[in-house]
């Protein structure tokens, strides 16, 4: 996963820990796609979100161990104005709060802008004095590598970029070993007499 973790980690054996938290993927299997979207082009992110946060306990399994949920749009008011951060979350062993940022599109360097003002936020409102400075992480639809690590590369917050699957499709090497769709239906919906 695409990340400044080593830069912006002091403690070296955090930041290796830090690393090992998070994939570079999540399969977000436990989600109807056809529910989230009328056509493949309508991305939203709130029924996203909700999806997710309405299978918490399924979605923190694939996020990792030690993961506590805390609140969906989690609000931090910056002077006047009101933010909301899309998930905020609790690593036990990073004894850091680990913000997520759902973005159902391709990755864009401005997603690591929002991102790391709200690690500001929650550093300076939030985080309890024996806690370790906050994680940020950005999950998308798809990410250009070289343009997430040009894009990380100055910023002094610990931030990473992962991408998500809702599992529509399956893997081409698998599609190729399965019969039809129908087929496999047939199979469950009518028992095979022997």
Do not use: W
């Amino acid at each position: 996963m695409p990340n400044n973790f080593s830069e912006t980690i002091p403690d070296q054996q955090l930041a290796v820990q830090t690393m090992k938290a998070f994939k570079e993927e999540y399969l977000l299997d436990f989600i109807n796609a056809e529910d989230l979207y009328a056509e493949a082009e309508d991305r939203n992110e709130p029924v996203l979100n909700k999806k997710i946060v309405a299978n918490i306990r399924d979605f923190i399994l694939r996020f990792g161990q030690d993961f506590m949920f805390l609140r969906e749009q989690y609000r931090v008011m910056i002077g006047e104005e009101e933010k909301f951060i899309d998930l905020l979350f609790f690593n036990r062993q990073l004894n850091a709060l680990v913000a997520v940022e759902l973005k159902d599109t391709r990755f864009q360097p401005a997603h690591l802008g929002q991102l790391s003002f709200y690690l500001s936020a929650l550093d300076r409102q939030v985080r309890k004095p024996h806690e370790n400075p906050p994680i940020g992480l950005v999950l998308c639809r798809e990410f250009d590598r070289m343009v997430v690590e040009v894009a990380i590369s100055d910023y002094t917050k610990p931030m990473g970029v992962a991408t998500f699957q809702l599992g529509k499709n399956a893997p081409a090497d698998l599609t190729r070993v399965l019969p039809p769709a129908e087929e496999l239906s047939k199979c469950l919906i009518e028992p095979t007499e022997p």
